[in-house]
């Protein structure tokens, strides 16, 4: 990946729209990152190198947060969250 400085994180910043490009362009499959950054968002999937949230939100919190995030709402939401928790023995924290 590369040792301390290289960029790593700068890349990924730049990538999701938390930092303006100082030149060059991205490309993401389909979409460069001048053209259409909300697609790529919503392709790109970044987890935080710090908690800073996570003992704040209760799990269908979460969902919630990285929904809005990625633009991927619509009529059965609340039943995929559910379904989702299940899956990965979380139900019980879904709301505590």
Excluded: C, P
Excluded at 39 to 50: A, D, E, Y
Excluded at 66 to 93: C, I, P, Q, Y
Aim: charged residues 25%; without cysteine; negative net charge.
């Amino acid at each position: 990946m590369g040792h301390n400085g290289a960029g790593k994180s700068t890349l990924i910043n730049v990538m999701s729209g938390l930092v303006a490009s100082s030149g060059g362009n991205v490309r993401v499959y389909d979409s460069t990152l001048e053209e259409d950054i909300d697609n790529i968002r919503r392709k790109m999937g970044i987890v935080s190198q710090f908690d800073v949230l996570w003992d704040e939100l209760t799990a269908t919190e979460h969902m919630n947060l990285f929904a809005d995030m990625k633009g991927v709402r619509n009529s059965k939401f609340d039943h995929t969250v559910t379904k989702r928790l299940r899956e990965v023995g979380l139900l019980e924290s879904a709301n505590l």
